[in-house]
């Protein structure tokens, strides 16, 4: 089990730090930049998008290499029926990527980029990923969802993670390291879940499995992304990553009983929660449209305050790795 977990890690880096540069010079030649051409922007040059398209690819190009070195994972999915909800990641997370594209290339109207997340969620709660009910905390009482429940709160719980990242993404290599950092405090939470319910269903692997993947390919993109960046994530990545973390949470920790299991998530990514309502609110005062990007975000306020990109980059990693751990330490001392 350690040498899978340390392939799917270890793919995923090399297979982005290997196709990275060449979906820079794909984004050139197609001539997908992000310009430098309003207030809100901090670079001072065009620089290739869709970095997303490098991760997506990387994170599928993995999972099939695995699949194919690895004869007791191949028949884990179809022994536990999970290619199923396999096509439906496929299929939902491909439209996500296309959706960002679209966007990089020919910015969208923002109700028509939020319907395609929502059909994106839709199809996954058909492939049945979805969130079922939730536990009553410091109570034994598990509430089971109605059907129309189900699906509002999975479609809220997939569209709010995918926007998180996007909305995050104001910094070279701020969105892609929380990324990291979150998907790896997943996978730690997932493990100690294992550990110490040896029962659980099939569904906590594959998103510990998902999570390293996520990570992986996520770091290799790092090594291009952080400051000065070479190439953005561009909505094709920011909402890709989101999406991904938000399938991991459903498919792994969502899927416990405890308590623990629906605040886990929401502890580790709450700066980017907290910048993100914050932003809201902000709109909603000055009578904004809450999809419309401004230059009110914690990291601006920074810049403007003389501190550097690396320096704000660092201090928000620092963030959201205490906060990450404060998670890893309340799931080892709960019951």
């Given amino acids: 089990m350690k040498l899978f977990y340390f392939s799917t890690f270890f793919l995923g880096v090399f297979f982005s730090l290997f196709l990275l540069p060449a979906v820079m010079d794909w984004a050139e030649r197609r001539r997908i930049y992000d310009r430098p ?6 670079h001072g040059q065009l620089v290739p998008l ?10 599928y190009l993995s999972l099939g290499f695995l699949i194919f070195l690895f004869p007791s994972f191949r028949n884990m999915i179809v022994r536990t029926g999970f290619s199923g909800t396999l096509s439906g990641i496929f299929l939902a997370s491909t439209l996500i990527l296309f959706t960002g594209i679209s966007d990089d290339k020919k910015a969208l109207p923002p109700t028509v980029k939020l319907l395609l997340q929502v059909i994106a969620a839709l199809l996954l709660v058909l492939y049945g990923l979805k969130i079922e009910g939730f536990k009553i905390p410091f109570s034994s009482s598990f509430i089971i969802f109605p059907q129309f429940l ?12 995918s926007n998180l990242i996007n909305l995050v993404d104001g910094l070279d290599g701020l969105a892609g390291g929380i990324t990291v950092i979150a998907s790896l405090t997943f996978f730690f939470v997932n493990l100690i879940q294992m550990r110490r319910i040896p029962d ?10 998902f999570a390293l993947l996520v990570a992986g390919a996520t770091l290799g993109f790092l090594y291009y992304n952080f400051f000065p960046a ?25 899927k416990l009983t405890a308590a623990l299991a629906f605040f886990i998530p929401i502890v580790v990514v709450a700066f980017p929660l907290a910048d993100v309502l914050m932003a809201i609110l902000r709109r909603m005062r000055k009578g904004k449209p809450i999809m419309q990007a401004d230059a009110g975000h ?8 003389g501190w550097n990109q690396r320096e704000i980059v ?3 990693y620092n963030v959201t790795l205490v906060l990450s751990f404060a998670a890893l330490v309340w799931v080892a001392l709960s019951r």
């Fill in 37 to 42: 051409d309003n207030k809100r922007k901090i």
């Fill in 50 to 59: 869709c970095g997303g398209l490098g991760i997506y690819i990387s994170f």
């Fill in 150 to 161: 189900v699906i509002l709160v999975t479609l809220f719980w997939l569209v709010g993670f």
């Fill in 200 to 209: 659980t269903s099939p569904e906590l692997f594959f998103s510990s499995f």
């Fill in 230 to 254: 070479n190439i953005f994530l561009g909505d094709s990545g920011s909402l890709f990553l989101g999406f991904m973390l938000g399938i991991v949470t459903v498919m792994g920790m969502l």
């Fill in 298 to 305: 914690f990291h601006h306020y920074l810049l403007r305050k």
């Fill in 314 to 316: 660092f201090l928000l």
